[in-house]
């Protein structure tokens, strides 16, 4: 069956509570990183550009490092209950993070079977002796051009999650947009329609209030927890 949708969904500060990507990026690399990271969001360097520094100044250990960093990240809570409300409505879920699939699959590895597919950046070793990120994905202007992973895993509406800089491409052409700040901020300037969402809550409620998921279940009659909701509280004292 054709599904109604399909849930494109970032990684670092979107799955995670926290920005991972820049937590770790900073600390293997603090300067290096600082500086790109000022000249990203000034939309001076593109992100293929400042992922290409980035890979330039690290090398092995660094990856290492930024792989051990990763332990301390987990799903947001409602991450894995917001993945049983899509396979409930037949939304594929397909990750798709601009940072790089090791760091990702330290966090997701033990849910990778539940993902349609996960998008990311492939890290190999240089011939200098640093590091080089690569992806089938790329283009001109991004490392992961989310907006080409769009293209070709979306069936039915195209549901953007994201949070950041590397999401602005793929909510341009998404068919609904969820954003966190700072990208929520970017897309207002450029009347980009968007809901803005703290948790997977708020995308699930959206998602049932646009008919794309069925509604929250509801406790049938005569089951243990009909039951409890009809009794009344006990009084307080
Ligand atoms: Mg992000």
Same mark, same amino acid.
């Given at each position: 069956?054709?599904?109604?949708?399909?849930? /494109?969904?970032?990684?670092? @500060?979107? $799955? =995670?509570?926290?920005? &991972?990507?820049?937590?770790?990026?900073?600390? %293997?690399?603090?300067?290096?990183?600082?500086?790109?990271?000022?000249?990203?969001?000034?939309?001076?360097? !593109?992100?293929?550009?400042?992922?290409?520094?980035?890979?330039? *100044?690290?090398?092995?250990?660094?990856?290492?490092?930024?792989?051990?960093?990763?332990?301390? /990240?987990?799903?947001?809570?409602? /991450?894995? +209950? /917001?993945?049983?409300?899509?396979?409930?409505? *037949? #939304? +594929?879920?397909?990750?798709? &993070?601009?940072?790089?699939?090791?760091?990702?699959?330290?966090?997701?590895?033990?849910?990778?079977?539940?993902?349609?597919?996960?998008?990311?950046?492939? %890290?190999?070793?240089?011939?200098?002796? @640093?590091?080089?990120?690569? &992806? +089938?994905?790329?283009?001109?202007?991004?490392?992961?051009?989310?907006?080409?992973?769009?293209?070709?895993?979306?069936?039915?509406?195209?549901?953007? #999650? @994201?949070?950041? #800089? =590397?999401?602005?491409?793929?909510?341009?052409?998404?068919?609904? $947009?969820?954003?966190?700040?700072?990208?929520?901020?970017?897309? &207002?300037?450029?009347?980009?329609?968007?809901?803005?969402?703290?948790?997977?809550?708020? $995308?699930? !409620?959206?998602?049932?209030?646009? *008919?794309?998921?069925? +509604?929250?279940? %509801?406790?049938?009659?005569?089951?243990?927890?009909?039951?409890?909701?009809?009794?009344?509280?006990?009084?307080?004292?």
């Amino acid at each position: 069956m054709h599904p109604p949708a399909t849930v /494109f969904c970032d990684f670092d @500060g979107t $799955v =995670t509570r926290e920005d &991972s990507f820049d937590a770790v990026a900073g600390a %293997v690399a603090p300067e290096l990183w600082g500086r790109l990271k000022r000249q990203l969001f000034a939309f001076e360097l !593109n992100l293929r550009e400042a992922m290409a520094q980035l890979a330039a *100044g690290l090398g092995p250990p660094d990856l290492a490092a930024m792989e051990a960093h990763m332990d301390r /990240f987990s799903p947001r809570p409602g /991450f894995l +209950p /917001f993945l049983d409300a899509l396979d409930q409505g *037949g #939304i +594929p879920f397909v990750l798709v &993070s601009g940072g790089l699939e090791p760091l990702v699959e330290r966090v997701l590895g033990p849910h990778r079977g539940r993902l349609h597919a996960l998008v990311a950046a492939q %890290v190999e070793a240089a011939a200098g002796g @640093g590091l080089e990120f690569a &992806s +089938p994905w790329s283009d001109g202007q991004e490392l992961v051009a989310k907006a080409r992973v769009l293209d070709r895993y979306g069936r039915g509406r195209r549901v953007v #999650i @994201g949070d950041s #800089i =590397t999401d602005l491409g793929m909510a341009r052409v998404a068919d609904l $947009v969820f954003a966190r700040e700072p990208l929520c901020d970017w897309l &207002s300037e450029r009347g980009i329609h968007h809901h803005r969402w703290n948790d997977f809550d708020d $995308v699930a !409620n959206v998602l049932r209030a646009e *008919g794309l998921l069925p +509604p929250a279940a %509801v406790a049938a009659p005569g089951s243990p927890a009909a039951d409890a909701a009809a009794r009344p509280a006990p009084a307080a004292g």
